[in-house]
């Protein structure tokens, strides 16, 4: 090997005289390499004939690194056939550039190369540890094209390119969700029932912002549309989901539209994704009643005689159908719940033809006769005050719950495309009978709007607007038409279009109504952002004698899974990608409900709202020696105190577990008040 000496301009000798150029130098402290024409001595450490420039990574040696953290010691060098082998030690002349133009893309690359290789075999430059919580997106520039590692595991964000184009999106701290989810766009802090300006705005915009620094795109070295195999699926679950981890990823910084992004390396310092599914739907305690919302992904029989396609949504061929209906009916069986509301179901009436007749028909074969019956809600051919081409549908057991009166549709026009549906029910598994009422809802989308209705920038996309009217309608439905017609107690539930802090769920709230889960419990995926779209709100008087949880087949697994896009692959025996959304499964205890979560070793208190880096728990532990004897009050955000302690600091924290175990998770006001101290604080449960 040639003998070396580093000087500190930047330059090194090499045997013989010539000169090279570190590529520290090169690529300085800046935003951009310094461009221009050089010659380096470096250490090939990834080649990758298949990105779109090919060419191969080079780096280094640590002996004739700058040493300089803040300065990458790696470039691309473009060559469209790379002859050369990882290890080997190269001597390049070239032109080095950064700009947006092609083929540099925003990335540090040297072009028209002059390779000669000088060694094989050499030892690679160790790997540039980066700390999980210490990364930012804004400040990666010091790693560009170098050797990687991360500190700890990774999480899949996002899956939604890796069928087309072989890309997980990751982040270094946890999952990335929807700000609106956490962050209330003008109520701070959170919980608030403000409904109407922006004045949070910049805090939905800072956490947006903090998502974007902890990602980065896990590419898989190549250009190549639709690469075959797919990579990174668990060779158990044969998927990759979104939560899914990846422990000790190495790989190169790599740079390409837009993102940051690691280039896999070969061998045992591949990438491996560690992917579980649930192995059933949520085990609740001992139950009254089961329900559940379940968005049907435009679920279309055609004309319900085997014709009739393609249909205006949903499937476009009879075999299309085939698959979504069994794995619709496969989801709904596996939950086996009382009653059922349904989202995205044609709108063609209740006939013998009908989407709603055919989904039932499909149940009973599965799981017997009679098992199932829909809510009639009195037109054969198109459901009345609808607007839309899809309806909200209810089913239920007979054996288990019985109609009390009429359906209920909100008939006020111009409100709702598709109105929301209620039915009042009586059960029958006890002598004493119990009534409840259940709404299902689907309340416009983001997608579209004008005017009033078009995207503000404030987190809660188009159409907001239009969503407020709607939950303000969907208040008066409730207490003008439900709770009269014989329904102290009403679940409302399905697909709001809107995130946990955003205004339709604010309106709720301010009428007194609790949406029974916690930010964290989360049922759809949009653009690598995780969020609830799909909520149970409830009457604050089953606060405690109800419990929610989400069954996540949906949201969390690649869409390519999905019937329309898997075709004769589709996986028809499992539930996973049956529609895009989480059902929502909900238990009932009329004499009060245990949860879940009290076998758990803590009380999972956590302060509200989470930060983006992460969720911090709950203690007490900042209360000071001169506060002495506690008084510490639950309340609901909107409602009544639920549970009054009294101890000092430490008996309470030692105790919250057992004393909080009965409380629903969601949101809640603590009131502290103890010798010239008073403080609320926000906490949420899960």
């Known amino acids: 090997m040639l003998n070396k000496l580093v000087l500190s301009t930047g330059f090194m000798l090499s045997a013989g005289g010539a000169s090279a150029t570190t590529i520290g130098a090169i690529q300085g402290s800046g935003a951009a390499a310094k461009p221009g024409t050089y010659t380096i001595e470096a250490v090939v450490t990834g080649v990758y004939a298949g990105l779109n420039p090919a060419g191969f990574y080079v780096q280094d040696e640590t002996a004739t690194a700058d040493g300089n953290p803040a300065t990458s010691d790696a470039l691309f060098v473009v060559a469209p056939s790379p002859t050369v082998s990882i290890g080997d030690k190269v001597r390049i002349s070239g032109v080095v550039r950064e700009d947006a133009g092609a083929p540099s893309f925003n990335q540090a690359i040297l072009t028209e190369p002059n390779i000669t290789v000088l060694s094989s075999g050499n030892a690679l430059p160790a790997f540039v540890t980066i700390e999980n919580a210490a990364f930012s997106s804004a400040n990666a520039e010091r790693y560009e094209g170098m050797r990687v590692q991360f500190s700890a595991p990774m999480t899949v964000t996002d899956n939604y390119s890796l069928k087309q184009r072989g890309e997980l999106t990751l982040s270094a701290q946890g999952l990335t969700y929807q700000p609106t989810q956490f ?109 559940a919302s379940f968005n049907v992904l435009n679920y279309f029989n055609g004309d319900g005689q085997g014709g009739g396609f393609p249909t205006p949504r949903g499937a476009k061929t009879p075999e299309d159908f085939a698959r979504q209906r069994a794995k619709i009916i496969l989801a709904i069986s596996q939950m086996n719940a009382d009653v059922v509301g349904l989202t995205e179901i044609e709108n063609d009436g209740n006939g013998s033809t009908s989407a709603i007749q055919d989904l039932v028909d499909g149940l009973n074969k599965v799981m017997g006769a009679g098992t199932y019956i829909f809510v009639n809600d009195g037109d054969a051919t198109h459901q009345p005050n609808n607007t839309d081409l899809i309806h909200c549908a209810i089913l239920y057991k007979p054996a288990v719950v019985a109609p009390l009166g009429p359906p209920l549709l909100f008939t006020a026009p111009d409100v709702f495309e598709r109105p929301p549906l209620a039915q009042v029910f009586v059960t029958k598994r006890k002598e004493r009978a119990d009534t409840l009422g259940f709404v299902i809802n689907h309340f416009k989308s983001k997608g579209s709007g004008k005017g009033a209705d078009a995207d503000q920038n404030d987190g809660q996309g188009g159409s907001n607007a239009r969503r407020k009217l709607q939950a303000a309608a969907l208040v008066q439905f409730i207490n003008k038409t439900v709770i009269p017609a014989g329904a102290a107690r009403v679940v409302s539930a399905g697909d709001y279009n809107a995130n946990y802090e955003e205004d339709p769920i604010d309106i709720m709230r301010a009428a007194g109504l609790v949406p029974a889960t916690p930010p964290t419990s989360a049922s759809y995926v949009y653009r690598g952002l995780t969020g609830s779209l799909d909520h149970a709100v409830i009457t604050n008087n089953l606060v405690g004698f109800i419990d929610v949880q989400k069954w996540h087949i949906n949201s969390g697994e690649p869409s390519v899974l999905e019937y329309s896009n898997a075709g004769a692959a589709t996986d028809v025996n499992t539930p996973f990608r049956s529609s895009d959304h989480d059902p929502v499964l909900i238990g009932v205890n009329f004499a009060g409900m245990t949860y879940a979560n009290t076998s758990r070793p803590t009380s999972r208190l956590f302060i509200y709202p989470s930060p983006a880096a992460g969720q911090v728990p709950f203690t007490l532990a900042d209360v000071p020696a001169s506060a002495g004897r506690l008084s510490l009050d639950f309340w609901l955000p909107q409602g009544p105190r639920l549970l009054s302690l009294q101890g000092s600091p430490e008996a309470l924290q030692s105790q919250l577990r057992d004393y909080t175990a009965h409380l629903a998770p969601g949101i809640y006001l603590l009131k502290l008040r103890g010798t010239s101290y008073q403080q609320t604080r926000r906490v949420m449960k899960e």
């Open 183 to 291: 962050i209330d766009p003008n109520d701070e802090p959170a919980t608030g029932t403000h409904s109407s300006g922006n004045s949070n705005g910049a805090a939905v915009t800072a956490y947006q912002k903090a998502n974007d620094d902890k990602s980065l795109v896990l590419d898989d070295g190549s250009s190549a549309s639709n690469p075959s195999p797919t990579p990174y699926l668990d060779p158990t679950t044969g998927t990759v989901r979104v939560g899914s981890t990846l422990t000790g990823l190495r790989g190169i910084m790599g740079y390409g539209f837009g993102k940051w992004r690691v280039q896999p390396l070969p061998g045992e310092a591949a990438p491996v994704v560690r992917t579980s599914r649930p192995k059933g739907p949520p085990v609740f305690s001992k139950l009254d009643l089961k329900l």
